[in-house]
């Protein structure tokens, strides 16, 4: 039982290049997310999906794109990376009951140069 | 709107005394949970407690207690007997039952136990 992963686990990027973040759970949650983590800002919310077919904006959605492959895989794309974009990315997942926590992932530490 | 407002940047505090975390949150749902987690330096997100709305109680776990004053809109951790394990960030969270399952987070507190 893995619970969730995420790969990669870090990476460098050109600006203008674009790579997918990948994100998979095996615990059978309804309803994944993506955040970003940067220093004094906490996590902020970048697109989530609450069952297996759709996908919703959060708070910085701007410059991502989303797939919610099925059940288990979340994915995030950068089209066109920016320094702006210089993060950590969490992925996580969750029931879509109120007392049910959020299990994270372990994290991609993302640089764009 | 739903907010999270955590106003300690960061805190220090002696090993083995207790601290308390602050949290406030705004949301005009009767239907929410509260919900604390801990990152250590390492990165990984460890979830510490619940507290529903309706929860009559303050809820309880081990070492940390959460005080729940809902009139307030406040939902602050409480760690007793303070480890050195204890250092790392502590993220408050909100989950409103009408906003499609998302959460939403403080800044955050880093806490620095002292020995």
């Known amino acids: 039982n893995a619970g969730v992963t995420q790969t990669p686990k870090f990476q460098v990027l050109k600006t203008g290049q674009s790579m997918t973040l990948q994100c998979a759970q095996d615990m059978n949650h309804n309803s994944m997310y993506w955040y970003r983590q940067d220093p004094g800002m906490g996590l902020r919310l970048i697109y989530y999906s609450a069952s297996e077919g759709t996908t919703d904006k959060g708070e910085v959605p701007n410059g991502y794109n989303v797939s919610r492959l099925n059940k288990r895989e979340f994915s995030l794309r950068l089209e066109s990376a920016a320094p702006s974009q210089t993060s950590v990315y969490f992925c996580?997942?969750?029931?879509?009951?109120?007392?049910?926590?959020?299990?994270f992932g372990p994290g991609t530490r993302l640089t764009v140069t | 709107a739903q907010k999270i407002t955590q106003t300690q940047p960061g805190m220090f505090v002696q090993e083995k005394e207790a601290v308390t975390l602050d949290c406030t949150y705004d949301t005009s749902d009767p239907s929410y949970g509260l919900f604390w987690y801990k990152q250590p330096s390492s990165g990984e997100m460890i979830f510490l407690i619940y507290?529903?709305?309706?929860?009559?109680q303050n809820a309880t776990e081990g070492r940390y207690s959460l005080n729940f004053q809902k009139a307030r809109k406040s939902a602050n951790l409480v760690i007793s007997a303070s480890q050195l394990g204890d250092s790392a960030m502590y993220f408050c969270?909100?989950?409103?039952?009408?906003?499609?399952?998302?959460?939403?987070f403080g800044t955050g507190t880093s806490l620095t136990v002292i020995p």
């Open positions: 507290q529903g709305s309706y929860d009559q």
């Open positions: 969270a909100m989950r409103v039952l009408n906003t499609g399952n998302q959460f939403y």
């Open positions: 996580a997942s969750s029931e879509a009951r109120l007392s049910y926590e959020q299990y």
